[in-house]
């Protein structure tokens, strides 16, 4: 069975520093999504990455994927409390069939 | 352009009880899944429709149901209600079967049972 295993579960950081969160999987998979999730909503897409050694940036926040490592990563650059949320990654192993990480819950100090 | 819309938004069961919850997916999209959240077990996959057809199921038991319409619209149903399942009920759409696969998600329907 697919494993999504992200880390940290839980991070609290300040604002204007930097931190990455990482994303393993034990399957092989070229489809490697990331999703933000604010407290009583649903999930938001931030980035699709679909091939090894892809990148995608979106303001303060870039996803790369590394199919050969089976590893993705999500960095926050100059956190500001507007990112405080929980991140999922999430691997599609069937065609949207998705299998999602446990999350990763951060919150932004001022 | 409206997004994916589940209904209903919360409600409130007893054991023994069944439920059906529906999702209209966005206009186009063919493939509808289906998630549940808990706080224990995180989110997992349930199923997925691609144009009426059950394409994937995840592992869960037979109380849980679903079934795509010729509009795309997706009802899904769990007999005999248990408490742990309780929790949030999420429906996403996606354009095409696979390809690039990305999911859109509802506000979820918040199932309670008591």
């Known amino acids: 069975e697919l494993k999504v295993e992200q880390n940290p579960l839980f991070l609290s950081m300040q604002e204007g520093k930097n931190y990455t969160i990482y994303c393993n999987y034990s399957?092989?998979?070229?489809?490697l999504y990331w999703y933000r999730q604010d407290p009583g909503k649903s999930l938001e897409s931030l980035f699709v990455?679909?091939?090894?050694?892809a990148v995608k940036q979106e303001g303060r926040l870039m996803a790369s994927l590394d199919t050969k490592a089976r590893l993705s990563t999500l960095h926050i650059t100059a956190a500001v409390h507007d990112l405080s949320a929980t991140y999922f990654c999430?691997?599609?192993?069937?065609?949207?069939?998705?299998?999602f990480g446990t999350g990763t819950s951060l919150t932004v100090i001022p | 352009k409206a997004g994916v819309t589940q209904t209903p938004r919360y409600l409130i069961k007893t054991r023994g009880q069944q439920v059906t919850l529906s999702c209209s997916p966005i206009?186009?999209?063919?493939?509808v899944s289906w998630y549940q959240q808990t706080p224990g077990q995180g989110l997992q996959f349930l199923f997925e429709?691609?144009?009426?057809?059950?394409?994937n199921k995840g592992n869960f038991p037979g109380r849980f149901s679903g079934r795509q319409f010729s509009n795309s619209r997706s009802e899904m149903n769990v007999s005999t209600l248990e408490l742990g399942d309780s929790a949030l009920y999420l429906c996403?759409?996606?354009?095409?079967?696979?390809?690039?696969?990305?999911?859109?998600f509802g506000e979820g329907s918040r199932l309670t049972v008591l």
């Open positions: 399957t092989t998979s070229d489809r």
């Open positions: 996403a759409s996606s354009l095409t079967a696979r390809d690039p696969g990305e999911l859109f």
């Open positions: 990455l679909l091939s090894n050694g």
């Open positions: 429709y691609f144009s009426e057809t059950q394409r």
């Open positions: 999430a691997v599609d192993l069937a065609g949207n069939q998705f299998y």
């Open positions: 206009s186009g999209h063919r493939s």
